[in-house]
């Protein structure tokens, strides 16, 4: 997120350019020859001054309320970065993807479609099932029966560890020991991403929270990603009827049309 104003929130933008610093350095240990890598990122010699020097290059002047907004933020996100160096400097992740891109296909089942679609269909049942053979099937397939809907997304880290893959999202709010499904759901969506692109076993999704270098970590079960899959689809089905209907929240506030918007929580 970025500064009040730009859609963003409260202290979020420091973070967000330390995680881009991180982010930046961790693209330079995977960029680097195999021999460098050492195993799970180990081997690598990069100073603090370093990395907070790519910090001092990534950073935008822009946005800020306030010049001593700014320096607020800028010193914030120093923080975060020493932190991070501290943490990880004796045994980097082994960061296999960086901004990791992908682009899913889901094929929607009859109840997500809508009614005068429905008409016209055969009456057979193609319910959604909850094996895996009919999970992947559902991804990356073509049309046969259901529409089939493209899902894009990009992943901030991927890291690889005995073979397995540890999916990481890097967050600016505040830091959470328990998560809600609305909360995995992001994670949800890239755990059924990567299963789809690298057919290799997935060890565990991770927030990572940057306001204290904290994660929280776990695995989506299968009933949770057939309810993500299935909460996708259903967004999708009331896209496709026009239904915008308004969620006013506490993120009014960051939103661009908070001030012309008859649904807004102030
Ligand atoms: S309810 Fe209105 S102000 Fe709030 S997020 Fe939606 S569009 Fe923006």
């Given at each position: 997120?970025?500064?009040?104003?730009?859609?963003?929130?409260?202290?979020?933008?420091?973070p967000?350019?330390?995680?881009?610093?991180?982010?930046?350095?961790?693209?330079?240990?995977?960029?680097?020859?195999?021999?460098c890598?050492?195993?799970?990122?180990?081997?690598?010699?990069?100073?603090?001054?370093e990395?907070?020097?790519l910090?001092?290059?990534?950073w935008?002047?822009?946005w800020?309320?306030?010049?001593?907004?700014?320096?607020?933020?800028?010193?914030?996100g120093?923080?975060?970065?020493?932190?991070?160096?501290?943490?990880?400097?004796?045994?980097?992740?082994?960061?296999?993807?960086?901004?990791?891109?992908?682009?899913?296909?889901?094929?929607?089942?009859?109840?997500?479609?809508?009614?005068?679609?429905q008409?016209?269909?055969?009456?057979?049942t193609?319910?959604?099932?909850?094996?895996?053979?009919?999970?992947?099937?559902?991804?990356?397939?073509?049309?046969?029966?259901?529409e089939?809907?493209?899902?894009?997304?990009?992943?901030?880290?991927?890291?690889?560890?005995?073979?397995?893959?540890?999916?990481?999202?890097?967050?600016?709010?505040?830091?959470?020991?328990?998560?809600?499904?609305?909360?995995?759901?992001?994670?949800?969506?890239?755990?059924?991403?990567?299963?789809?692109?690298?057919r290799?076993?997935?060890?565990?999704?991770?927030?990572?929270?940057?306001?204290?270098?904290?994660?929280?970590e776990?695995?989506?079960?299968?009933?949770?990603?057939?309810?993500?899959k299935?909460?996708?689809?259903?967004?999708?089905?009331?896209?496709?009827?026009?239904?915008?209907?308004?969620?006013?929240s506490?993120?009014?506030?960051?939103?661009?049309?908070?001030?012309?918007?008859?649904?807004r929580k102030?």
């Amino acid at each position: 997120p970025l500064p009040a104003g730009r859609g963003g929130g409260d202290s979020s933008s420091a973070p967000r350019r330390a995680a881009a610093s991180a982010k930046q350095y961790m693209g330079s240990i995977e960029n680097s020859p195999p021999s460098c890598l050492g195993g799970a990122g180990g081997g690598i010699n990069i100073s603090l001054e370093e990395i907070l020097k790519l910090y001092e290059q990534s950073w935008i002047d822009d946005w800020y309320e306030s010049d001593k907004q700014k320096q607020e933020y800028k010193k914030k996100g120093r923080e975060i970065l020493k932190e991070f160096y501290q943490k990880h400097k004796d045994n980097w992740p082994n960061a296999a993807y960086l901004e990791k891109g992908f682009n899913i296909k889901l094929r929607g089942t009859r109840k997500h479609e809508n009614t005068k679609t429905q008409k016209h269909e055969n009456t057979k049942t193609q319910k959604h099932e909850n094996t895996k053979t009919q999970k992947h099937e559902n991804i990356g397939t073509t049309a046969v029966g259901g529409e089939v809907y493209t899902v894009r997304g990009v992943i901030d880290r991927i890291d690889e560890e005995d073979g397995k893959l540890k999916i990481v999202d890097y967050k600016t709010g505040s830091p959470k020991d328990k998560l809600t499904f609305n909360e995995k759901e992001q994670l949800l969506i890239y755990q059924m991403a990567v299963s789809e692109i690298f057919r290799q076993e997935i060890s565990s999704l991770a927030f990572y929270y940057l306001n204290n270098n904290s994660e929280v970590e776990f695995l989506g079960t299968d009933e949770e990603l057939d309810k993500t899959k299935d909460k996708i689809l259903n967004i999708i089905k009331d896209i496709k009827k026009g239904e915008f209907p308004a969620k006013p929240s506490q993120l009014c506030k960051f939103c661009d049309f908070y001030s012309i918007c008859e649904f807004r929580k102030s």
